[in-house]
């Protein structure tokens, strides 16, 4: 599977920390259209490149305690 587009990643991970569930859930599933991805293959491959953190690490991090479910 190869990576994401690191616009993309960094979008995926913005809207993680910002708790922006509702335009993520809508970024993700028009990204999952255009690429034929999978939105857990997407969440997935959106990986900060240096900390290795995911959308999930963030949204944690950031005290977010909603559906953490969607991130992984």
Do not use: C, W
């Amino acid at each position: 599977m190869a990576g994401l587009d690191e616009d993309v990643v960094d979008e995926v991970l913005y809207l993680a920390r910002a708790n922006e569930a509702a335009e993520l859930d809508s970024y993700i599933s028009e990204l999952s259209t255009q690429t034929k991805r999978s939105k857990t293959e997407l969440y997935t491959a959106a990986i900060d490149p240096y900390s290795k953190n995911s959308a999930l690490h963030y949204a944690a991090a950031n005290g977010h305690n909603g559906n953490f479910s969607r991130y992984s």
